[in-house]
Nanobody
Framework: QVQLVESGGGLVQAGGSLRLSCAAS????????MGWFRQAPGKERDLVAV????????NYADSVKGRFSISRDNAKNTLYLQMNSLKPEDTAVYYC????????????????WGQGTQVTVSS
């Protein structure tokens, strides 16, 4: 398990952009797959994007594909989510996640979670 801290959330207008960051503790970050989830009030927590340990392999939810981009900088132990063309339906708490296995994140069962950062998109 690693410690994860999200940042970069906030209030933006529809059509705007935000870049979320997730800082991970320890050098073992380099070996972990990482992901972003989001959860709106009264709804289930949904997978947004996943990235493998090297950054070469990524998957996206259909609802964000073409608008969001996940990336990582292993030298800085940091995961990113670039969000463009934001819509009100993107409003949610966004959570960073980590696990040694890519498939466990895709299955919504990562071993580590961040505390979340609020993203609010106004109309």
């Amino acid at each position: 398990q690693v410690q994860l801290v999200e940042s970069g959330g906030g209030l933006v207008q529809a059509g705007g952009s935000l870049r979320l960051s997730c800082a991970a503790s320890g050098r073992t970050f380099r070996t972990y797959a990482m992901g972003w989830f989001r959860q709106a009030p009264g709804k289930e927590r949904d997978l947004v994007a996943v990235i493998n340990w090297s950054g070469a392999n990524t998957n996206y939810a259909d609802s964000v594909k073409g608008r969001f981009s996940i990336s990582r900088d292993n030298a800085k132990n940091t995961l990113y989510l670039q969000m463009n063309s934001l819509k009100p339906e993107d409003t949610a708490v966004y959570y960073c996640a980590a696990d040694p296995l890519f498939d466990r994140i895709a299955a919504k069962n990562p071993s580590s979670w961040g505390q979340g950062t609020q993203v609010t998109v106004s109309s």
